[in-house]
């Protein structure tokens, strides 16, 4: 009997953690959603100040050109953005399709469909501080 009611003490401990940790994994997810949101959001306005938060310090963006690997820091990439909406803005169509979250480390997948041009970025993101920080971007263009 005693080894009845410790395997129930055992699987109700189990029970009442499961709903916490799956509320936990609900709330990582939405933190990395909500930083990469605000990559969307830059890109919509052309203003690089909503991702200067999210971006880390040590952020760096890598791609291939012309078959070689470049790199770019994530200031310059702010730095980069124009301050205001690209003129074909209303053709443009941004989308998260993918996020993957475990522990404090998270990857996500962004589609960007422009007129001229297929990008897609993939992320690193991780907790830090509690906060989720865009820390890694590559990305692939595909001219239409």
Not at 9 to 21: D, I, K, N, Q, S
Not at 72 to 82: H, L, N, P
Not at 98 to 119: E, F, I, S, W
Request: hydrophobic share 50%; net charge neutral; glycine share 6%.
């Amino acid at each position: 009997m005693k080894a009845v009611l410790r395997l129930a003490t055992v699987l109700a401990t189990f029970a009442l953690a499961a709903p916490a940790a799956a509320q936990t994994s609900a709330d990582d997810e939405a933190g990395v959603r909500a930083a990469v949101e605000a990559y969307l959001r830059a890109h919509a306005t052309g203003s690089g100040e909503h991702i200067a938060h999210v971006f880390h310090p040590v952020a760096n963006l890598y791609f291939v050109r012309g078959d070689t690997l470049a790199t770019r820091s994530g200031a310059e990439y702010i730095a980069g953005f124009s301050g205001s909406p690209a003129p074909d803005e209303a053709q443009r169509r941004r989308w998260i399709s993918m996020v993957d979250v475990t522990g404090d480390a998270a990857v996500a997948r962004v589609v960007l469909d422009y007129p001229t041009v297929l990008l897609t970025d993939y992320f690193a993101l991780l907790r830090i501080d509690g906060e989720w920080r865009i820390v890694n971007k590559i990305f692939t263009a595909q001219p239409k």
